[in-house]
């Protein structure tokens, strides 16, 4: 069950990844925080425990990553692919899909981005052996240059 609430949300941080293209290179930080989780036979007090959970990141985006856009930060993972991808005046909306351990997940996305922040909401939904949905609001800020640069 666990692992996969961990699929999920880095199903979930990955697409609000996406919201780096078009976005300035250097140290950034983005949150997650999950607003609602379902998980059908699975004891409530799971689900309660992960509802509100926050995680906190901070990384550095270099020029060339900025350059080449989320496709390229996804291709670690050959399982998942876009279905929908658009960032266009400041609006993204992207669709992925990923098949792992027998399941499949589907995540939808959509926000606004500027080239120092964005702010996405996100649906992940899990099926096979242990399904799930849940939905989740991502941020994002640049803080400056990259650490240490």
Known sequence: MRRSYCIAFACAAALSVAA????????????????SIDMPGAPPQVAAMMKGKTTRQTYCITPEQAAKG?????????SCHFTKYSMTGGVISTAMTCSQNGGTMTAQANGRYGPT?????????????????MTSASSGRRLGPCAGK
């Open 70 to 78: 989320p496709q390229e930060m996804l291709k670690q993972n050959p």
């Open 117 to 133: 922040s964005f702010n996405v909401t996100s649906t992940a939904v899990m099926s096979g052996r242990m399904s799930m949905r």
């Open 20 to 35: 780096h293209a078009q976005v300035q290179p250097g140290q950034w930080e983005s949150t997650v925080t999950v607003q």
